[in-house]
């Protein structure tokens, strides 16, 4: 299965419709990357946080050696982690997480979130995390303006095609787009019906941003990290709105959380470790709601944030 892509600001086409590799275990990752390219994934949302871009990356090999695709029919996607934000550090981290995926550009390198820590020597630590070993958020002075130009330094040096945000506010976005030479091309922000953040989305599309959703499943993705505010809410898949519409469309209740995402051009990075759940969320593209579904779902909107660092109990309120 194909699925369709989305012209960016920088000129490239990005598909519509990728795999999240954000949980997905050292283990099993090379394999599942493998995998999910064969069922016709063409698009990987790593990150340097997510510390499995050497088996990614492993995966992608195998792949290509066996011809079943070429490094260009890839889109990978990685991210610039929060204590690499000083501007000297740019490079030298994104070459590092270019040696680790095996592949020498990005098609879209992230800043992960609008947030600088001090460095963290990856000889020490890597993936660094948020805290120091005694378990203390040290923050760096640099601003985003001297982060940004580092990533657009990267552009230039061939080692990203694209580069990107996530977890920006409007605020943000309206303050990069004034200094940014080269304007980001995607904004990757949380997005499930119980977060629609309207505002946000109209504004960056409107920009020419495309948006990203990450955790399209709401909750889901957060139980297991006993987020209380997941363990709280009402499961999406048991919704009887979501059901009702995936009965009528013969669809599952995933299909139809991440039809409402992509129907309203806004690319999707389900993750799943189980090959089934990984064939079901490609299919999302081809087929689609009624309107006033699409509607009936946004009005599920709650402003419930489940990726919030204050519920990590990290004292970064930035949301
Ligand atoms: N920029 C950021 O700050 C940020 C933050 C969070 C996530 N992300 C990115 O977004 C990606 C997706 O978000 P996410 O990982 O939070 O979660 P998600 O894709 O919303 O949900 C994953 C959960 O849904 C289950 N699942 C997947 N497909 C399913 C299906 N068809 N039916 C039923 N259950 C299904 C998975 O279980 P199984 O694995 O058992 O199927 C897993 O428990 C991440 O992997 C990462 O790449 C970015």
New binding site residues.
């Given amino acids: 299965m194909t699925t369709p892509t989305v012209k960016l600001n920088s000129g490239y086409d990005m598909p519509l419709v990728?795999?999240?590799?954000?949980?997905?275990n050292n283990d099993t990752c090379a394999d599942q990357v493998y995998e999910a390219i064969k069922q016709g994934y063409r698009l990987f949302?790593?990150?340097c946080?997510?510390g499995n871009e050497t088996e990614a990356g492993q995966g992608v090999a195998r792949a290509i050696s066996e011809g079943i695709v070429k490094r260009e029919e890839l889109f990978i996607?990685s991210?610039l982690w929060n204590s690499f934000h000083d501007p000297e550090r740019v490079e030298p981290i994104a070459r590092k997480q270019l040696a680790d995926w095996g592949v020498d550009y990005f098609d879209l390198y992230?800043v992960?979130?609008p947030i600088a820590l001090k460095y963290v020597d990856p000889s020490v630590r890597y993936p660094p995390s948020w805290t120091s070993e005694n378990g203390k958020l040290e923050f760096s002075n640099t601003p985003i303006q001297a982060t940004w130009q580092a990533m657009e330094a990267l552009v230039d040096a061939g080692l990203a095609r694209s580069i990107g945000i996530?977890?920006f506010s409007a605020q943000l976005v309206m303050d990069l787009l004034r200094y940014a030479r080269v304007r980001p091309a995607t904004l990757?922000?949380?997005h499930?019906p119980y977060l629609t953040q309207e505002r946000l989305v109209e504004y960056a599309q409107k920009e020419g941003l495309v948006v990203?959703?990450?955790?399209?499943?709401?909750p889901?993705?957060?139980?297991?990290l006993e987020v209380k505010n997941a363990v709280n809410s009402p499961p999406l898949?048991e919704h009887d709105l979501i059901k009702g519409i995936a009965e009528k469309h013969g669809r599952?209740?995933?299909?139809v959380?991440?039809r409402w995402a992509t129907q309203r051009g806004i690319a999707?990075?389900?993750?799943?470790?189980?090959p089934?759940?990984?064939q079901?969320?490609l299919d999302v593209t081809g087929w689609n709601l009624e309107e006033g579904d699409i509607q009936k779902i946004s009005e599920l909107d709650r402003g419930l944030r489940?990726?919030d660092p204050l519920g990590y109990g990290l004292y970064v309120p930035i949301f």
Avoid at 18 to 24: D, P, T
């Fill in positions: 990728g795999f999240g590799l954000w949980k997905v949302d790593g990150a946080d997510y996607v991210k992230i992960h979130f996530s977890n990757q922000i949380e499930h990203t959703a990450y955790s399209s499943f709401g889901l993705s957060f139980l297991e898949f599952t209740p995933a299909q959380l991440l999707v990075i389900p993750k799943s470790n189980n089934t759940r990984l079901q969320n489940f990726n």
